[in-house]
């Protein structure tokens, strides 16, 4: 990346679970990350020896970049990836209807096709003391989770892209009708321990990775795939994203020898905007993107 602020970090993956060899882990030790992702300053001096020294020896991996800016030119990236804490997994009731879910084969239950059609269930002490967290047990659809703190200042604003549903008390009782999603009443609202943040929002298009290069598991049913190195981490046309939500979902990529593929969970991405009244909120439960390669924000790559 030219713009000044605005770092690019190269990284290398393994494509077979292999270690890399001795002398380059020697070699390039500090660029090595926890769980050994090698990543530079992008066309730095190492990494062009690292991609010289990967090419001689023809190691199967791939080579991709992330942007890894911090400070006030986070927010000059009009789109982010959402990244928070996982709630304790705890049960939370019959919140989601699989009866048009494709039940995937023998390895994996797949899952995809299920709606959530009930209000989550909470229980205030085994939740942690975040704002923003998310539900662990569902992967898709992804449903978060706000405090009663972070629900009234969302009121305040005016995002777009998602609703906010009253979550149940466990242990208190309801009506059928209280139970669905769809349906609020004042009671409700005000008893709540929690709020769904219900994001409503569909990316309209699906970005780019290149090629499928390889997969860890892909149901046999659907053809969903869950695991996969792609070429490169996903690029957006602004097409591929409405322009006006504040938070959006996605789990459709374009590739050049798959066509579209559907993967198995949902990516989340907000904007620049929701970004920084998260952060000016001091909103807790914002995890770190990456640790591999080290990037604290996860920006959205935009096609050039
Ligand atoms: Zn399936």
């Known amino acids: 990346m030219t713009k000044s602020g605005h770092k690019r970090l190269a990284f290398y993956q393994l494509l077979a679970g292999e270690e890399w060899p001795a002398e380059l882990r020697e070699e390039f030790g500090r660029h090595f990350s926890r769980f050994g992702v090698p990543s530079f300053a992008v066309d730095s001096e190492a990494d ?14 791939l080579r991709d970049t992330i942007l890894a800016c911090t400070g006030e030119h986070v927010y000059e990236h009009p789109f982010h990836y959402l990244s928070v804490r996982s709630d304790r997994s705890y049960d939370k009731g019959d919140f989601l209807d699989l009866s048009a879910a494709c039940p995937g084969d023998s390895r994996v239950r797949c899952r995809i096709g299920a709606r959530q059609t009930g209000k989550l269930v ?36 005016d995002f777009r892209g998602f609703r906010l549903v009253p979550t149940l008390r466990r242990g208190a009782t309801y009506s059928d009708q209280q139970r669905e999603l769809s349906y609020v009443d004042d009671r409700l609202v005000e008893e709540a321990p929690f709020f769904q943040l219900l994001v409503t929002a569909r990316a309209p298009g699906a970005p780019w990775v290149g090629e499928v290069v390889r997969t860890f598991y892909q149901c046999s049913r659907c053809g969903t795939l869950n695991g996969a190195f792609f070429e490169s981490g996903p690029r957006f046309k ?55 390669p080290p990037a604290k924000h996860g920006i959205v790559d935009l096609l050039d």
Request: proline share 4%; glycine share 4%; hydrophobic share 35%.
């Open 48 to 61: 062009q020896r690292f991609r010289a020294s990967v090419e001689r020896r023809r190691i199967p991996a």
């Open 122 to 157: 909470m229980d205030a002490g085994k939740s942690k003391d975040l704002d923003l967290i998310e539900e662990s047990s569902s992967p898709r659809p992804k449903v978060f989770i706000v405090s009663r703190r972070l629900r009234d200042s969302l009121r305040q604003a």
């Open 238 to 292: 602004p097409e591929d994203l409405d322009q006006d939500a504040d938070i959006q979902t996605l789990s459709r990529y374009r590739t050049s020898n798959q066509g579209q593929v559907e993967i198995m969970g949902e990516v989340v991405v907000i904007s620049a905007r929701f970004l920084r009244f998260l952060k000016d909120n001091k909103v807790r439960g914002l995890a770190r993107y990456s640790s591999d």
